[in-house]
């Protein structure tokens, strides 16, 4: 190993035990945020270096593994356009979980660095005139870490997406 990708190696090292969030600590940014949410869409951002490319992950995976994750805990997976249409009515319960993960191979080093964000969003007004509307978070998840394979990340998602339903749910007893 290079001086420069140990160097890197102890600093990432030093910066997960000091500083990332783990999924236990997600976060609801209002009690009650969750509440009466009905329909959701999910939006996939995957970004691989050149190093990681070609390996066993695609967003593809990452949407299916989401949506069957959501669709057991009650929630309707909606189209980008059934989204677009749900959102100008006020007060109707829709949102979107935005899942933004990140992969790459520092040099030579026989592991990956990941980043993954996981945030649920919901409209919101301002009452002015005009109206302005937009999407606020409601809920986040963040973390980063080391890994022997981009495919590691597919459970991650799917941890951070059961913390998400572990909330909605204690939103929305059935």
């Known amino acids: 190993?290079?001086?420069?990708?140990?160097?890197?190696?102890?600093?990432?090292?030093?910066?997960?035990?000091?500083?990332?969030?783990?999924?236990?600590?997600?976060?609801?940014?209002?009690?009650?945020?969750?509440?009466?949410?009905?329909?959701?869409?999910?939006?996939?951002?995957?970004?691989?270096?050149?190093?990681?490319?070609?390996?066993?992950?695609?967003?593809?995976?990452?949407?299916?593994?989401?949506?069957?994750?959501?669709?057991?805990?009650?929630?309707?997976?909606?189209?980008?356009?059934?989204?677009?249409?749900?959102?100008?009515?006020?007060?109707?319960?829709?949102g979107t979980l935005d899942l933004d993960s990140r992969i790459f191979k520092p040099g030579e080093a026989g592991f990956y660095v990941f980043y993954l964000n996981i945030k649920a969003r919901q409209p919101a007004f301002l009452s002015r005139k005009p109206v302005i509307k937009f999407l606020v978070p409601t809920w986040e998840t963040t973390d980063l870490g080391a890994i022997d394979t981009p495919s590691a990340v597919r459970e991650m998602v799917k941890q951070g997406v059961k913390s998400f339903i572990r909330d909605y749910k204690g939103e929305n007893p059935q």
């Open 1 to 94: 190993m290079s001086k420069k990708a140990a160097l890197f190696f102890c600093a990432l090292m030093l910066f997960l035990w000091i500083g990332p969030v783990p999924f236990l600590f997600a976060q609801k940014q209002v009690d009650g945020a969750l509440e009466g949410l009905k329909d959701i869409r999910i939006r996939i951002r995957l970004t691989m270096d050149s190093g990681s490319k070609g390996l066993e992950l695609t967003p593809d995976m990452l949407e299916r593994d989401t949506e069957e994750l959501l669709r057991d805990a009650g929630l309707k997976v909606v189209s980008q356009d059934e989204f677009q249409h749900l959102l100008p009515s006020r007060g109707y319960p829709v």
